[in-house]
């Protein structure tokens, strides 16, 4: 009968060996070499790479672009989340009120831009803001606001906000169906339990709606967080792929991808990779920490 049992449980190894096989392959190893490389001096050749220690670290530290591409990332971010689960949350409470007719169809055309490619997107953008033939310079002269074209992605906060804008467009209704999903568990006798007591609609929101998607709204947080730090296809398609202008749309992503494989820096850029790594590691230790907080679920 036990060597039955181990026989058993060997199997069960035998159909997990699969995952972890890829895993070890795309992403454990990749990331030791990539670690291995921030070592060294390379650009990629068949040369061997050249070891120096950590003065890639030390460059690292006082490199001011890729500060630089810190502060951007942020900023770019911060810019999409604010107004992201603020749309996300007031369309999730309104559309989950059963008096409001064709609630399927507005969560199917909320969610519609979530499944569009981000290129393709950008590459859209790109060409409504362009300063010779864009569609929006044309509409405001047109209506007589400007009398001659705009050059918005020359400009730092239109560059920014272009950004932000698009990545907000993207992700507002998967936010929104993400809140729809924590509102309808919450329980129906909360709310039932509110009315009696006579409460109106602003003060069942307050007081249990958004109370209860508290670990909710620090998820969708957390989650877009670490995709904000890693954007990309976005900002790299609205600037041209340099960060323009003045570096001011260029994000550690981005200049990750320029120094690597533009620079053809591979021992920097595999620097540059580990401390996004890093960064984005502490990020999500210290959203792990907040979520299993007990107060946000007391």
Do not use: H
């Not at 890729?66 to 900023?75: E, L």
């Not at 709606?209 to 909710?216: A, F, K, N």
């Not at 749309?249 to 053809?264: C, G, K, S």
């Not at 595999?270 to 960064?279: E, P, Q, S, Y």
């Amino acid at each position: 009968m036990q060597s039955k049992s181990i026989r058993k449980d060997a199997y069960g190894y035998l159909f997990i060996a699969p995952f972890f096989i890829i895993l070890t392959i795309f992403v454990v190893y990749p990331i030791i070499y990539s670690f291995g490389i921030s070592f060294t001096k390379w650009d990629g050749s068949i040369l061997s790479p050249q070891f120096v220690g950590v003065e890639n670290y030390k460059r690292l530290f006082g490199d001011k672009f890729f500060m630089k591409s810190v502060s951007n990332t942020w900023i770019m971010w911060l810019g999409c989340i604010i107004p992201q689960l603020i749309m996300g949350l007031a369309l999730a409470v309104a559309l989950t009120d059963r008096k409001i007719k064709g609630k399927a169809f507005f969560r199917w055309i909320y969610y519609l831009p979530n499944l569009v490619t981000m290129a393709s997107v950008g590459a859209l953008v790109f060409f409504l803001l362009d300063w010779q033939s864009g569609s929006i310079n044309r509409l405001l002269i047109s209506l007589g606001f400007i009398k001659e074209p705009i050059n918005f992605l020359q400009d730092i906060f239109a560059s920014r906000f272009a950004v932000s804008f698009t990545l907000w467009w993207m992700w507002f209704g998967y936010s929104m169906i993400i809140f729809m999903a924590g509102i309808r568990a919450i329980p129906e006798e909360y709310f039932e339990a509110a009315r009696v007591d006579g409460g109106n609609r602003w003060q069942i929101f307050w007081r249990i709606t958004l109370p209860c998607l508290r670990p909710i709204i620090l998820y969708q947080v957390v989650t877009s967080l670490i995709g904000g730090l890693t954007m990309f296809d976005v900002p790299y398609v609205l600037s041209g792929g340099n960060g323009a202008p003045q570096n001011s749309t260029l994000t550690m992503v981005m200049y990750l991808y320029n120094t690597t494989f533009a620079n053809y820096n591979f021992g920097y850029g595999a620097t540059i990779g580990v401390g996004l790594f890093v960064l984005v590691i502490m990020v999500v230790a210290v959203a792990y920490r907040l979520i299993n907080r007990k107060s946000l679920y007391e």
